[in-house]
């Protein structure tokens, strides 16, 4: 069951994104052929856009320390977040916004930054195996770790909403390619370089992507199904013919550690990558979102989820390294008087237990 403190910052997106939302991504009409593009902060203000990375930082420190009550906190609060956002999305796209620029920004905070929140962590175990009445064997297999196991129905949710993104792909850039975009006006993308958005090369590139997607959706409609029926089922259960042997469990923490490091390694180039590309855009194409400053409600609310969101999680990690901490100095007192004691043969034996109680 999770912690207060780690549901609060999904609560408080849902309080906030329960609204009706007008604005959206055009071009000024003042004067009529100005070239400047009004966004629309309530996707991707820098309210909202400091909630993404404080929320994605959060995470990857969760991920780096094993903390998974915190986790499963961002990752509740990062499927409201990009539910609100996608809602938004479509429904600023029917009101005739600026389409293939908005939903290739909000693409990047959803999938860029939220996506790699929701990728599974595996660990290797040692396992005797049954076969037959022959004597058992040792083998090795990978699972997934128990945050995976206990957030699959998180997992599940997500994908589902991301396959829906994808899905909603061609819609974007076959009937809704030309929506809101002025012809004299240059307006560039960015993926590793800029690009004119309306430029056939682009535009041929991401129709294809955008029908890769719907082969893609139709691959995570499957995963996402499986993984809500297992956390709906909540067989996470090993086999009953295996056996983990006694002694693998501090080399298993320590591969897992590394693997933490490897896995948030991963996440920082991905989101950083993404978060740069976003901005790039926006800056790129000098977005006016003037109106929509951090003091602004619109922008202050999410801020501060995704401050809270990782202030608790910060304050989580330093504790559980000093715990961490104290345990291998008690372990090292310990390995110390045991030598003591045996090297003081003959003599009177020290009791470790009188001289240093490693309770306090």
């Given at each position: 069951m999770p912690t207060f403190p780690s549901t609060l910052p999904g609560i408080l997106c849902l309080l906030f994104y329960i609204r009706a939302t007008s604005a959206h991504t055009v071009f000024s009409n003042d004067p009529p052929d100005s070239c400047v593009i009004i966004g629309d902060p309530d996707l991707y203000g820098i309210g909202v856009?400091?909630?993404?990375?404080?929320?994605?930082?959060?995470?990857?420190?969760?991920t780096i320390f094993g903390l998974t009550d915190e986790l499963s906190g961002t990752r509740r609060g990062m499927i409201i977040i990009t539910t609100a956002a996608l809602i938004d999305t479509i429904f600023s796209?029917?009101?005739?916004?600026?389409?293939?620029?908005?939903?290739?920004?909000?693409g990047l905070e959803t999938?860029?930054?939220?996506?790699?929140?929701?990728?599974?962590?595996?660990?290797?175990?040692?396992?005797?195996?049954?076969?037959?009445?022959?004597?058992?064997?040792?083998?090795?297999?990978?699972?997934?770790d128990d945050s995976t196991k206990a957030d699959a129905g998180l997992f599940g949710m997500f994908g589902t909403i991301e396959v829906i993104n994808l899905c909603l792909a061609p819609w974007i850039y076959f009937s809704l390619h030309d929506q809101g975009y002025k012809k004299s006006c240059k307006v560039?993308?960015?993926?590793?370089?800029?690009?004119?958005i309306g430029a056939r090369g682009w535009t041929i590139y991401m129709r294809i992507q955008a029908i890769i997607n719907i082969v893609g959706?139709?691959?995570?409609?499957?995963?996402?199904?499986?993984?809500?029926?297992?956390?709906?089922?909540?067989?996470w259960k090993?086999?009953?013919?295996?056996?983990?042997?006694?002694?693998?469990?501090?080399a298993s923490s320590t591969s897992q550690w590394l693997d933490r490091i490897g896995k948030a390694f991963v996440m920082i180039i991905f989101g950083a990558i993404s978060a740069y590309?976003?901005?790039?855009?926006?800056?790129?194409?000098?977005?006016?979102?003037?109106?929509?400053?951090?003091?602004?409600?619109s922008q202050l609310i999410p801020f501060l989820v995704g401050l809270f969101n990782f202030v608790v999680i910060v304050g989580?990690?330093?504790?559980?390294?000093?715990?961490?901490?104290?345990?291998k100095s008690i372990s090292l007192l310990r390995d110390m008087y045991v030598v003591a004691n045996n090297s003081n043969r003959g003599g009177n034996q020290v009791d470790f237990e009188e001289i240093f109680d490693p309770r306090i």
């Open positions: 856009r400091l909630s993404y990375y404080l929320s994605f930082s959060a995470a990857v420190l969760a796209n029917i009101r005739g916004s600026f389409a293939i620029l908005e939903w290739y920004i909000v999938l860029g930054l939220a996506g790699p929140v929701f990728w599974p962590s595996f660990v290797k175990r040692k396992v005797k195996r049954k076969d037959g009445d022959e004597e058992r064997k040792e083998g090795v297999e990978y699972d997934f560039t993308t960015f993926f590793f370089a800029s690009f004119d959706g139709i691959f995570w409609i499957l995963v996402c199904g499986w993984l809500l029926y297992y956390a709906i089922r909540a067989s090993q086999k009953e013919s295996e056996e983990v042997e006694e002694g693998d469990e501090k590309f976003a901005e790039r855009v926006i800056h790129d194409n000098s977005i006016s979102m003037d109106d929509a400053t951090l003091a602004s409600g989580k990690c330093i504790i559980t390294a000093h715990s961490s901490h104290s345990s």
